[in-house]
T-cell receptor, first 115, second 112 residues
Framework: GAVVSQHPSWVICKSGTSVKIECRSLDFQATTMFWYRQFPKQSLMLMATSNEGSKATYEQGVEKDKFLINHASLTLSTLTVTSAHPEDSSFYIC???????????FGPGTRLLVL | AQSVTQPDIHITVSEGASLELRCNYSYGATPYLFWYVQSPGQGLQLLLKYFSGDTLVQGIKGFEAEFKRSQSSFNLRKPSVHWSDAAEYFCAVAQTGNQFYFGTGTSLTVIP
């Protein structure tokens, strides 16, 4: 099946710094990828839709200037958390639709801890 | 508005017992339906999906789910639970290629 990877798997950073998270589709191309955020013991909340070659679409309440998304190629989307603060600490998961366009394949997630 | 409800926040079952996890949805059209499992600190693994056709779908790890349009439900079942099934289970609905809407999840504990 389709495989989606994320890097890094976990990261600890100081408050005020920026952190970049990569999401890659390893054996298929994805013109669209999705970024989710998951707080402990809660469900996944969609943050934004990443579109290759165009601007990302953000969900209501998500700060686009804080969560920068770049879909640089058909296999790579990046999420940059700018000027991170402790409240940004969370589990970030990306997904991409498979070749059948009907099933989402999820990355293993990136755990971010902002001190 | 689309929504997915998983009424049971936490379920505890004995190993070898049967399991049913409930999922109800509210959606404007006939959605695609999914069940995912998440182990602690891990990403989501697809258990099974329903697009159309036979309303009883088989998935991996011995799981199955039944789509009931009249009840707007897509409950997940397993006849005999194994200790390794302990995890968080998410029901989700979606349209083709579009974003998913997830339920709040059901945490499963398996007692030896």
């Amino acid at each position: 099946g389709a495989v989606v990877s994320q890097h890094p798997s976990w990261v600890i950073c100081k408050s005020g710094t920026s952190v970049k998270i990569e999401c890659r589709s390893l054996d298929f191309q994805a013109t669209t990828m999705f970024w989710y955020r998951q707080f402990p013991k809660q469900s996944l909340m969609l943050m934004a839709t990443s579109n290759e070659g165009s601007k990302a679409t953000y969900e209501q309440g998500v700060e686009k200037d804080k969560f920068l998304i770049n879909h640089a190629s058909l296999t790579l989307s990046t999420l940059t958390v700018t000027s991170a603060h402790p409240e940004d600490s969370s589990f970030y998961i990306c997904s991409a639709p498979g070749t059948d366009q009907e099933t989402q394949y999820f990355g293993p997630g990136t755990r971010l801890l902002v001190l | 508005a689309q929504s997915v409800t998983q009424p049971d926040i936490h379920i505890t079952v004995s190993e070898g017992a049967s399991l049913e996890l409930r999922c109800n949805y509210s959606y404007g059209a006939t959605p695609y339906l999914f069940w995912y499992v998440q182990s602690p600190g891990q990403g989501l693994q697809l258990l099974l999906k329903y697009f159309s056709g036979d309303t009883l779908v088989q998935g991996i790890k011995g799981f199955e789910a039944e789509f009931k349009r009249s009840q707007s439900s897509f409950n997940l079942r397993k006849p005999s639970v194994h200790w390794s099934d302990a995890a968080e289970y998410f029901c989700a609905v979606a349209q083709t290629g579009n974003q998913f809407y997830f339920g709040t999840g059901t945490s499963l504990t398996v007692i030896p």
